[in-house]
C-alpha cells in the first residue's frame, strides 16, 4: 500500500529493528596504547638488565636494574603517550 504524496508523515516513526545475531566478537585483553607502553617499558628493563649484567656479571643485580627503570617508565610513559 502506497503512502499518498499529500498526507503528513507519521509522528512516531516505526522503531529501528534488532540486529539478527548478537555480535560474537570478544573485545580484546588490551588496548593498543597499553600494549605499547608495556612493550616500551619491557625492552627499556630488558636493556638496563642485560647491560648491568655485562657490566657487572651479576644476576640479581641485573634483575633489579631491569625491573625498577622497567616499572619507572611506564608509570612515565603513560602520563606521556596520550
Given at each position: 500500500?502506497?503512502?499518498?504524496?499529500?498526507?503528513?508523515?507519521?509522528?512516531?516513526?516505526?522503531?529501528?529493528?534488532?540486529?539478527?545475531?548478537?555480535?560474537?566478537?570478544?573485545?580484546?585483553?588490551?588496548?593498543?596504547?597499553?600494549?605499547?607502553?608495556?612493550?616500551?617499558?619491557?625492552?627499556?628493563?630488558?636493556?638496563?638488565?642485560?647491560?648491568?649484567?655485562?657490566?657487572k656479571r651479576s644476576y640479581p643485580e641485573a634483575v633489579i636494574?631491569?625491573?625498577?627503570?622497567?616499572?619507572?617508565?611506564?608509570?612515565?610513559?603513560?602520563?606521556?603517550?596520550?
Open positions: 500500500m502506497a503512502r499518498d504524496p499529500h498526507s503528513p508523515l507519521p509522528t512516531h516513526p516505526d522503531p529501528p529493528h534488532a540486529p539478527a545475531t548478537a555480535p560474537t566478537e570478544n573485545p580484546a585483553l588490551l588496548s593498543q596504547r597499553t600494549a605499547l607502553i608495556l612493550f616500551m617499558a619491557l625492552c627499556a628493563g630488558i636493556g638496563i638488565g642485560v647491560l648491568t649484567f655485562l657490566a636494574a631491569g625491573v625498577l627503570p622497567a616499572g619507572a617508565c611506564a608509570m612515565g610513559l603513560h602520563n606521556v603517550v596520550g
